[in-house]
């Protein structure tokens, strides 16, 4: 089995109401599951969100927890909800419904990784699929929700960002010509998760970085952004998705030449947006 569900990373002093989390750049592998899948090293890791726990560690430095997933998203997706179970994959599930990201192999146990290549050569068991859940996903959201609880008890407000990264052709279709490609995108589910002047400040914390940005299109935000967006109790979320290919060799899951420079170049980033959530601003701390 994978050795933790989750890390999680306190500030020496928490002063914000920000919450950074990476729920898919788990890489603890069971060696079970390795030798079970259908698909060798790099084909399993296709659909990780590779390094993103690296690209926003400085999180505590900005005085913010960082809450980052332990186990991969082929073994569990921790960003799917614990009944998006996929009756292709498992046996005795029933189909309940359209559930595009179900419908697509991409439930809480994934059935394919990227391009859709298959994970399993056959079905998985009901128990299976539950101990993974109770193993990894309820541990991991419990972490979650304690956190965002917490810096509502402390500010009275909880802002979730929830990091991920995206291949670079996804944003093929929505480039418009003669414009910059978009670098990030930010989903709020179309202003349902999160208060549009807080999104409003992270886009603007990113752009004056020098970074082209683009909201909800081609990713909105998925479960987390869902589940956790409450914006008229004081709870927001926005998903943040990175260009891959700013960072990393998409083929052979290696950082790139560019990835420090992103990396300092999001550290003070990462400050701008834990500065929403305090009501007085902390010098950039020096590492």
């Known amino acids: 089995m994978a050795r933790a569900a989750y890390y999680l990373i306190h500030p020496e002093r928490r002063t914000t109401s920000v919450v950074f989390a990476s729920p898919h750049s788990g890489r603890e592998y069971p060696s079970s599951f390795l030798r079970r899948t259908a698909l060798d090293g790099l084909a399993v890791r296709s659909s990780e969100d590779a390094f993103v726990d690296q690209l926003f560690d400085s999180a505590p430095h900005a005085g913010a927890p960082f809450l980052k997933a332990g186990v991969p998203r082929a073994f569990v997706d921790l960003n799917r909800g614990a009944d998006e179970l996929d009756p292709a994959l498992i046996e005795g599930v029933s189909r309940q419904g359209h559930n595009p990201r179900v419908a697509s192999g991409l439930g809480v146990i994934p059935r394919v990784v990227a391009n859709g290549q298959a994970i399993y050569a056959g079905k998985i068991t009901l128990e299976e699929a539950r101990a993974r859940i109770d193993a990894y996903w309820r541990p991991y959201h419990a972490a979650l929700r304690g956190e965002l609880d917490q810096a509502h008890r402390m500010f009275g407000q909880a802002i979730l960002i929830d990091c991920h990264s995206m291949p670079h052709e996804a944003m093929d279709a929505v480039c418009r010509r003669g414009l910059r490609r978009p670098e990030i995108v930010l989903g709020d589910r179309f202003g349902a998760a999160a208060d549009a002047a807080i999104v409003d400040r992270i886009e603007g914390a990113f752009v004056a970085a020098g970074i082209v940005v683009a909201r909800n299109a081609p990713f909105a935000g998925a479960y987390i952004t869902q589940a956790y967006g409450r914006p008229g109790r004081g709870y927001h979320a926005v998903q943040i998705e990175i260009d ?28 701008e947006i834990a500065g929403i959530g305090r009501a007085e601003p902390l010098p950039l701390a020096a590492e």
């Open 244 to 271: 891959r290919a700013l960072y990393m060799n998409e083929r052979l899951i290696r950082p790139n030449g560019n990835f420090e420079g992103l990396r300092r170049l999001l550290r003070g980033v990462i400050h």
